[in-house]
Nanobody, 124 residues
Framework: QARLVESGGGLVQAGGSLRLSCAAS????????VGWFRQAPGKEREAVSS????????NYVDSVKGRFTISRDSAKNTVYLQMDSLKPEDTATYYC?????????????????WGQGAQVTVSP
């Protein structure tokens, strides 16, 4: 059964760092694009970053450019999101998603499988 599991969330002070992991089982994540999304209470789910198969194409939304880094390790069937210089407005539940193709989309419609989410809380 295909599955994605996020880990690495937590509570951090503003300016701190966290690294989220997205581990896949039941399918080869390396054949697909992967996206990271986040959803704050009362807000819609929004894209954060995406990476294509074999890391050819990488995207970041403007609010995280220069602070977040997406990467993948095909041998571990895992994708990472390194988050540095965190701000209180980054507080949200973060979700990874497996793409319908090998491309790196930034809309929820580009993805067919989602993890359960990891909570990230950034205190002032």
């Amino acid at each position: 059964q295909a599955r994605l599991v996020e880990s690495g969330g937590g509570l951090v002070q503003a300016g701190g760092s966290l690294r989220l992991s997205c581990a896949a089982s039941g399918f080869s994540l390396g054949d697909y694009g992967v996206g990271w999304f986040r959803q704050a209470p009362g807000k819609e789910r929004e894209a954060v970053s995406s990476i294509s198969a074999r890391s050819i194409n990488i995207n970041y939304v403007d609010s995280v450019k220069g602070r977040f880094t997406i990467s993948r390790d095909s041998a571990k069937n895992t994708v990472y999101l390194q988050m540095d210089s965190l701000k209180p407005e980054d507080t949200a539940t973060y979700y990874c998603a497996g793409g319908k193709t090998n491309w790196a989309g930034l809309t929820i419609h580009d993805y067919w499988i989602w993890g359960q989410g990891a909570q990230v809380t950034v205190s002032p």
